[in-house]
């Protein structure tokens, strides 16, 4: 059973950089068979997609995210991360971690982590 | 505003039938696979529907997906009091600005 646990720190300052990083169990980030994604959901609010990694590196970021977004991915540790520069109040979210799935025309997200609070505030 | 419209709310009583609506484009629903989230309160979102109309194992066949055109719908029968949560729809949108969108979700209640 795949698992996927978020860490980092539960509180940030404006204008500095989120991280977070996802930790994958049950499954090999370098099985080549899945992109691994970044999710947040606003207090109250809907899901927003942030970005996804393949294990080789590449990505693609939500283009509104994309200026502020850096994902990558460590296969030896099974981790990838998040980094969310210059954030403001607008980032408090929680941030989830998911498995992404990409095939001919379909795009879903099979499995998620429990997800994070990160709330920024001086 | 969503890329994806969903009906904010939605309600039945017990062992009734309810439906949500996910509205989109030529774009997104038009062009690509639709898949549906059900988020329980206070944890995270849990897949529901792939591929328009599959289940992931262990999904029991209460819960159907459909797509017709720029349109999905999911489908709960047998509504149960464990079925009241948040529903998403999520699709790749591949207009100028490509990416993952999701519907702003419907809270369904069981009456």
């Known amino acids: 059973q795949v698992q996927l646990q978020e860490s980092g720190p539960g509180l940030v300052k404006p204008s500095q950089t989120l991280s977070l990083t996802c930790t994958v169990s049950?499954?090999?980030?370098?099985?080549?068979?899945?992109?691994w994604s970044w999710i947040r959901q606003h207090p109250g609010k809907g899901l927003e997609w942030i970005g996804y990694?393949?294990?080789?590196?590449?990505?693609y970021y939500n283009p509104s995210l994309k200026s502020r977004v850096t994902i990558s991915v460590d296969t030896s540790k099974n981790q990838f991360s998040l980094k969310l520069s210059s954030v403001t109040a607008a980032d408090t979210a929680v941030y989830y971690c998911?498995?992404?799935?990409?095939?001919?025309?379909?795009?879903?997200?099979?499995?998620w982590g429990q997800g994070t609070l990160v709330t920024v505030s001086s | 505003q969503s890329v994806l419209t969903q009906p904010p709310s939605v309600s039945a009583a017990p062992g009734q039938k309810v439906t949500i609506s996910c509205s989109g484009s030529?774009?997104?629903?038009?062009?690509?696979?639709v898949s549906w989230y059900q988020q329980l309160p206070g944890t995270a979102p849990k897949l529901l529907i792939y591929?328009?109309?599959k289940r992931p194992s262990g999904i029991p066949d209460r819960f159907s997906g459909s797509k017709s055109g720029t349109s999905a719908t999911l489908g709960i029968t047998g509504l149960q009091t464990g079925d009241e949560a948040d529903y998403y729809c999520?699709?790749?949108?591949?207009?100028?600005?490509?990416?993952?969108?999701f519907g702003g979700g419907t809270k369904m209640t069981v009456l």
């Open positions: 030529s774009s997104n629903i038009g062009n690509n696979y």
């Open positions: 990694i393949y294990y080789s590196g590449s990505t």
């Open positions: 049950g499954g090999s980030i370098s099985s080549g068979a899945y992109y």
């Open positions: 999520g699709t790749w949108d591949s207009s100028l600005s490509a990416g993952q969108v």
């Open positions: 998911a498995r992404m799935v990409i095939n001919l025309g379909s795009w879903y997200f099979d499995y």
């Open positions: 591929e328009n109309n």
